[in-house]
T-cell receptor
Framework: KQEVTQIPAALSVPEGENLVLNCSFT??????LQWFRQDPGKGLTSLLL?????REQTSGRLNASLDKSSGRSTLYIAASQPGDSATYLC????????????FGRGTSLIVHP | DAGVIQSPRHEVTEMGQEVTLRCKPI?????LFWYRQTMMRGLELLIY????????DSGMPEDRFSAKMPNASFSTLKIQPSEPRDSAVYFC?????????????FGPGTRLTVL
């Protein structure tokens, strides 16, 4: 059974810092890995989706990398802003079956001015 | 497009009552997912449909839970009878085809409290 772990569980940084969120998964046979953002009281919003054949994806100040062999992904946020404060979840879609994602518990990020 | 629409946004009910949660997926999306999120267990997939047909319901916790998708634009998740441990935020999500390259779009969720 696929297990997804996110470290750290919570992070508080001053505005302007570059930061890295980590996601690890136990089964490297995956279709894709996706990073989501969740604001308090809201649903999830997809940030980046990395296919199993890709190494990284970039969107603005966000960069996500994928190392399937080691079962790891990182989400890099450059020049963090208070508006980046949210919970970030990664989800792994395992191959070989139905397209069901397994989610990590998330990293709760606070960027303070 | 209005995105995925869920109703109600909040539901407070007493143990033993029937609860019905509703979802309208994004028009043109063929796959629909129901999730439950709690502090203890995180985000869990309950069931997903493709072209209105349930494909995987292995996440449905027990017989008290049932889900239907009578047409491409509407789905319900029903809990009967409800119990305090069912208290959670329930999310509905949809995607174009449910395939490996598809992004899921989430609704705002229904916060359920069972007293």
């Amino acid at each position: 059974k696929q297990e997804v772990t996110q470290i750290p569980a919570a992070l508080s940084v001053p505005e302007g810092e570059n930061l890295v969120l980590n996601c690890s998964f136990t089964d490297s046979a995956i279709y894709n890995l996706q990073w989501f953002r969740q604001d308090p009281g809201k649903g999830l919003t997809s940030l980046l989706l990395i296919q199993s054949s890709q190494r990284e994806q970039t969107s603005g100040r966000l960069n996500a990398s994928l190392d399937k062999s080691s079962g790891r992904s990182t989400l890099y946020i450059a020049a963090s802003q208070p508006g980046d404060s949210a919970t970030y979840l990664c989800a792994v879609m395992a191959s070989g079956g139905s397209y069901i994602p397994t989610f990590g518990r998330g990293t709760s990020l606070i960027v303070h001015p | 497009d209005a995105g995925v629409i869920q109703s109600p946004r909040h539901e407070v009910t007493e143990m033993g009552q029937e609860v019905t949660l509703r979802c309208k997926p994004i028009s043109g999306h063929n796959s629909l997912f129901w999730y439950r999120q709690t502090m203890m267990r995180g985000l869990e997939l309950l069931i997903y449909f493709n072209n209105n047909v349930p494909i995987d319901d292995s996440g449905m916790p027990e017989d008290r839970f049932s889900a239907k998708m009578p047409n491409a634009s509407f789905s319900t998740l029903k809990i009967q009878p409800s119990e305090p441990r069912d208290s959670a935020v329930y999310f509905c999500a949809s995607s174009l085809s449910g395939g490996a390259t598809d992004t899921q779009y989430f609704g705002p969720g229904t916060r359920l409290t069972v007293l």
